[in-house]
């Protein structure tokens, strides 16, 4: 039996302000078990700019749900000024990926912006694309144009109940 392996690029700055801005936090392990499960996930790379060590606690939760953190390479000159995009990095190592490896079947791409617009029709024409997860329903009109079989919206309920961290309340 062949075993479907897929790879997953996540856009972790886009990610968290989309979702962010709709009031709820994403459940690591439960994004991650949901990539496995419904996209055959084998590896999933989060890229995200870094922001500081204080931030550990936060790359540590999401290493421990079993993404790979890509940080954004940066001049120690910009590390305290804001520069969000990591969109080259992640075209980059997707090209990379598939010019010198080619050891996965298909990509899903989380994101909602523009950039990815020429990497996402050349992944459809090359039979590359499984899925562009949008973090909410804001996206790019220029994704219109890419048939509905290739989107989904992870803020959807029926998706944002699987995925969404919830608090338990102490006793």
Not at 101 to 110: M, P
Request: charge should be positive; glycine fraction near 0%.
């Amino acid at each position: 039996m062949n075993k479907e392996k897929n790879i997953a690029f996540i856009d972790g700055q886009n990610l968290h302000l989309w979702i962010s801005s709709e009031n709820w936090k994403i459940d690591f392990p439960k994004f991650r078990v949901y990539l496995r499960d419904k996209y055959k996930i084998d590896e999933a790379y989060y890229f995200l700019w870094f922001l500081s060590d204080d931030e550990q606690k936060l790359y540590t939760k999401i290493q421990k749900a079993w993404f790979i953190l890509v940080f954004r390479e940066h001049s120690s000159l910009l590390k305290w000024k804001k520069k969000w995009n990591v969109d080259v990095d992640i075209v980059f190592e997707i090209m990379k990926r598939i010019i010198d490896e080619k050891d996965f079947e298909k990509i899903v791409l989380v994101s909602w912006d523009w950039d990815y617009i020429k990497l996402v029709k050349y992944l459809i024409e090359k039979e590359l694309l499984k899925k562009l997860l949008f973090p909410n329903n804001k996206y790019s009109s220029l994704y219109k144009q890419v048939e509905t079989k290739y989107r989904d919206n992870l803020s959807l309920s029926h998706i944002k109940s699987k995925l969404e961290f919830v608090k338990i309340k102490e006793k």
